[in-house]
């Protein structure tokens, strides 16, 4: 089952900070999260594991709550090349099978 | 080291006609998968496979064939074209961190 993102769409100033949420009615082995631009593929942000392992960028960080199946993508300070599409990916199971939420739009402007 | 490897890059195919997709990965990983996305939609997992000679059904599997013989590669057949296959296909491969998707093959379906 598509795990539900929230919002739909944010558009930031650049320095403000946004978070994006990704819930599942499912038990979830593992939360991705993904940025798309424009015309480009997704390309990999974070990974978060059942039992807290945290794997991802420097500067991106999210948070995984095992009890409510949800998890959260924080930006701050964002940037205009943080401009694009983000996607939640649930597992269920260490099986490799990830399904996608419906993305969140960020546009960030000067 | 070329990571994942699509072609062709663009297709466009008549209602009936047959064709392969070609993916392509030299990092080793065991996991694979293909991914449609539509306009203004997220990914939907077509078929998945966790090793050669294993492969399973995703989200959307029916008009899709798959197969996986060697490591490297991962074909998606569709064998029966029709406009609603007309979308943008990744195909990706899962480490440690994360998916890694190929650059994408835009399909029109006319």
């Known amino acids: 089952q598509q795990p539900v993102q929230s919002p739909q769409a944010v558009i930031l100033r650049e320095g403000e900070d946004a978070v994006i949420n990704c819930s599942s009615s499912?038990?979830?082995?593992?939360v991705h999260w993904y940025r798309q631009k424009h015309g480009e593929a997704p390309v990999f942000l974070m990974i978060l594991l059942k039992g807290g392992e945290q794997k991802g960028h420097e500067k991106i960080s999210a948070s995984f709550n095992e009890k409510k199946q949800q998890s959260s993508l924080y930006l701050t300070a964002s940037q205009l090349s943080y401009s694009g599409t983000y996607f939640c990916g649930t597992e269920v199971g260490n099986t490799g099978k990830l399904i996608f939420g419906q993305g969140t739009t960020l546009q960030v402007k000067p | 080291n070329a990571g994942v490897t699509q072609t062709p890059k663009f297709q466009v195919l008549k209602t009936g006609q047959s064709m392969t997709l070609q993916c392509a990965q030299d990092m080793n990983h065991e996991y694979m998968s293909w991914y449609r996305q539509d306009p203004g939609m997220g990914l939907r997992l077509i078929h998945y496979s966790v090793g050669a000679g294993i492969t399973d059904q995703g989200e959307v599997p029916n008009g899709y064939n798959v197969s996986r013989s060697t490591t490297e590669d991962f074909p998606l057949r569709l064998l029966s074209a029709a406009p609603s296959q007309t979308s943008v296909y990744f195909c990706?491969?899962?480490?440690?961190?994360?998916?890694?998707f190929g650059s994408g093959t835009r399909l029109t379906v006319v």
């Open positions: 499912k038990a979830l082995y593992s």
């Open positions: 990706a491969t899962l480490s440690n961190y994360g998916y890694t």
